[in-house]
């Protein structure tokens, strides 16, 4: 499938606010690493000690000479220098060897990156070390990853709820005709349910407890009993600042991420509305597809068809979704030139 076969270093990468893939040419997804950087000030200048997962478990608990940060926020670059020590740490621990021939680097970017957050990530790329970077836009990344037949001159509508966006696009002829991206994902998930816990509970939980509570238990339908399953969990007791333990169940889950569901929901239904007929036909007899870390929130495909009353589907893998979707632009780039754009 790869020209060159393994000895290829192009690489295709989903930068993600939560997780960044790495996809090379002619072996798939061979890593996922959260997107997290720990350093060190050193006069002055940023000292690179932890990347990946090994920041992760930094996150939250470093001593004040230390700082464990997300570089990406909302899809985008906010941190220009780490951003670039973290894909050049990601691109030597896919190329384990010491040296390794530059690569060509494709990197997905959310559909609503202005030029200047555009030019930002393929300046990262590149100073990591890429001989060429190119970019294509999420939501087609997405589709190709879910196996939309994208090329046929037929609408297909995907949903690509990341850690800090949400894309929704409609897709013929392997383009955007319509797409919308609302800074909305399972980062906002996270943060409304530490803010519902510190409201209900009077409990001070960290975001690293918000996303195990979303990911075990998370649903964004309201159980038939109105409390599901539950699960314990531990925070700091804000009225006398000791550690506490207390439960919480699926019903105020729902509860908590309610507003943020609603907006995911809301921009499918500004999207059917904008789409030309022909096309809104064509999502009616195909339905929608959801992908990213987000569409594992349970129940969230019944959620938006009840209000959309459109058949919704999770994609098979929806985590590697725009991973695969990326590399399928590097494996047949000929085939795809007009969805990669390579411009400086």
């Known amino acids: 499938m790869a020209i060159g076969g393994m000895f290829s270093s192009d690489m295709a990468i989903d930068l993600g606010t939560a997780n960044t893939l790495v996809y090379v040419k002619g072996k798939g997804v061979i ?38 940060i997300r570089p990406l926020r909302d899809g985008v670059i906010a941190d220009f220098d780490v951003a670039e020590s973290m894909i050049k740490e990601l691109i030597k621990k896919v190329h384990k060897r010491g040296f390794f021939p530059k690569p060509r680097v494709i990197v997905c970017v959310p559909h609503g990156a202005t030029p200047v957050e555009k030019r930002a990530i393929r300046q990262s790329v590149e100073a990591a070390g890429a001989r060429k970077a190119g970019l294509i836009a999420e939501p087609i990344a997405a589709a190709m990853g879910a196996g939309l037949p994208i090329t046929d001159p037929t609408g297909n509508m995907v949903v690509d709820i990341g850690g800090g966006t949400t894309e929704v696009a409609v897709l013929s002829l392997s383009d955007i005709v319509y797409a919308m991206s609302v800074r909305v994902g399972g980062d ?23 996303e195990r509570i979303k990911t075990t238990i998370g649903c964004a339908r309201m159980p038939e009993n109105g409390r599901g399953q539950s699960m314990e969990v531990r925070g700091i007791d804000m009225l006398n600042g000791v550690p506490t333990q207390f439960e919480i169940n699926q019903g105020q889950v729902a509860e908590a991420v309610q507003e943020p569901v609603q907006q995911i929901v809301d921009a499918v239904m ?16 195909r339905g929608v597809m959801l992908t990213g870390g987000g569409a594992l929130l349970g129940g969230l495909d019944l959620a938006i068809r009840e ?38």
């Open 188 to 210: 906002r998930m996270d943060e409304s349910i530490v803010s519902y816990i510190r409201r209900k509970h009077n409990v001070q939980i960290g975001e690293a407890t918000a």
């Open 270 to 285: 500004s999207t059917l509305e904008v789409t030309p007929p022909d096309l809104a036909g064509d999502i009616v007899d």
């Open 31 to 68: 890593l996922n690493e959260p997107s997290v950087v720990a350093y060190y000030l050193k006069d002055g200048q940023k000292k690179i000690l932890a990347v990946g997962e090994d920041a992760r478990m930094m996150l939250g608990r470093t001593p004040g000479s230390i700082q464990a």
């Open 307 to 344: 209000q959309t009353g459109l058949a919704v589907s999770v994609a098979d893998n929806a985590l590697h979704c725009v991973a695969i979707g990326t590399g399928t632009a590097l494996e047949y780039e000929k085939q795809l030139r007009h969805v990669i754009d390579y411009e400086s």
